[in-house]
């Protein structure tokens, strides 16, 4: 079936390799009589010409709201002081971090410009309007960097609406994206394909947080949210009392079961994996470096150390890629991501967040399918920064994300397509 459908793509890719060539080919005085014979207007020509010449990409996002767009305004404002601005919580809102997991303008402008290289760029904002504006500009394929906003399928609804659409899209398919957005169904799998995981429960009331049976330190938090969403440091319970009020404030903000875990005291990793199948690489492992954090902070990368200790004018050296780590550490990371990464069923790209437990075995804290990637290197994020380390520019990382989706679909290479 995924054949089938790779042949069918591929067969319309390479009509438009077949209709450019034809074009160059006419390209001249009667190349100039046969567009106008396919196109009744100078005008409509033009459009065929650029159409006919270059895959369009469908750029699917949400953007964070209330932030001034960088098209309006100062352009000289630095991405991380606009950044910083759209990152003050919302107090106007029952859920003050509604909005955390959205992009800024600046990440959309940058992914746009990285893209912008490979193919016509078509934004499509993940909004009410989404399903129409997809039908209209029928894109090749959607680059999908959306989080969605309603419910635990959230992040599924853009590319299930595209593969209702039949229009084939970038990063994981909406199964492995509700599997990785819920905490504990992401859990159950990864031990039932036997890749290490902390243990656990899902706790759905006051009564469960009182009644858990794991043994102390233990964390709490919301199974399906992102971004350090009611990630705090009163996440970490070291003791009943603790856990049933952490549980219960939980459940009444978020309105969803609470992931109990045992709480992993070890050292902390992220890792940033690119490809398919047997063509899958892992960037060089982030490290988290705790001794960053202010003093008496628990080592906890969570909703303070992400988006409030950490700012550009106070930025939070917490991070060092790569980890100054050993050499076998780093292979068990790795290996550990990868094995998240497949027992998931994850495409095109992703980053997997591990934590050492007591012995110093890693384990799978969460994956990351649709991982977030701000261009600004002041603003901490991970996936740019192993890129970086790995000698990838932002561009090159967006271009080469682009390229094994599209791989993956088309069996052709947009990057060496634009090479030629
Ligand atoms: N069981 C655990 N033991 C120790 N620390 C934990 C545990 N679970 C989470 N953490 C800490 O909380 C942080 C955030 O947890 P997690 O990655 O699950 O949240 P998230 O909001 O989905 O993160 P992201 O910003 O990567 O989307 C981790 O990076 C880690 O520092
Ligand atoms: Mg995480």
Redesign the pocket.
């Known amino acids: 079936m995924e054949e089938a459908k790779a042949e069918i793509h591929r067969t319309n890719f390479e009509k438009t390799i077949v209709r450019s060539e034809a074009f160059s080919y006419f390209r001249g005085a009667q190349g100039s009589f046969l567009l106008h014979w396919l196109a009744s207007s100078p005008l409509e020509a033009a459009f065929f010409v650029e159409d006919h010449l270059s895959v369009r990409i469908g750029l699917a996002f949400n953007l964070k709201p209330n932030v001034p767009s960088s098209t309006e305004g100062d352009k000289s404002t630095s991405p991380s002081t606009s950044a910083a601005d759209s990152r003050n919580l919302r107090p106007d809102l029952e859920q003050p971090d509604l909005y955390?997991?959205w992009d800024e303008p600046a990440t959309i402008d940058a992914v746009e410009h990285a893209l912008s290289a490979l193919g016509k760029v078509i934004r499509l904002e993940a909004d009410a309007t989404f399903p129409a504006k997809l039908v209209k500009a029928r894109p090749d394929f959607v680059f999908n960097i959306a989080e969605g906003l309603y419910g635990p399928n959230r992040e599924g609804h853009v590319p299930a609406i595209c593969e209702f659409l039949d229009i084939p899209y970038s990063a994981s398919d909406p199964l492995t994206l509700g599997l990785a957005l819920h905490?504990g169904r992401a859990k159950e799998t990864l031990v039932f394909h036997g890749v290490p995981t902390?243990p656990?429960l899902l706790a759905h009331s006051r009564k469960d947080a009182r009644n858990v049976t794991l043994p102390f330190p233990?964390?709490a938090?919301?199974a399906l949210?992102?971004?350090?969403?009611?990630?705090s440091v009163r996440?970490?319970c070291k003791n009943r009392a603790q856990l049933v009020a952490r549980v219960g404030e939980l459940l009444d903000t978020y309105k969803q079961p609470v992931?109990v875990?045992?709480?992993?005291?070890g050292a902390?990793y992220?890792v940033a994996i690119l490809g398919n199948d047997t063509d899958t690489r892992c960037l060089p492992v982030v490290g988290?470096r705790w001794d960053a954090l202010p003093e008496g902070a628990p080592?906890?990368?969570?909703?303070e150390?992400?988006w409030l200790w950490d700012s550009p004018d106070r930025p939070l050296d917490l991070f060092e890629c790569p980890a100054t780590i050993s050499d076998n550490l780093a292979d068990e990371v790795r290996a550990v991501a990868l094995g998240a990464f497949r027992a998931l069923g994850c495409r095109d790209w992703c980053?997997v967040?591990i934590?050492c437990d007591a012995s110093g075995h890693p384990?799978v804290?969460?994956l990351?399918p649709l991982?977030?990637i701000l261009p600004d290197p002041r603003d901490n994020s991970?996936f740019p920064k192993a890129a970086r380390a790995a000698g990838m520019s932002y561009d090159a990382l967006i271009q080469t994300a682009a390229d094994i989706a599209w791989r993956r679909i088309s069996g052709q290479s947009l990057l060496k397509r634009v090479a030629a």
């Open positions: 955390a997991e905490k902390a656990f233990l964390f938090k919301p949210e992102g971004s350090g969403k009611g990630i996440s970490l992931v875990e045992t709480y992993l005291p902390e992220t988290m080592p906890i990368y969570g909703y150390a992400k980053r967040d934590r384990m804290v969460e990351n991982p977030g991970c």
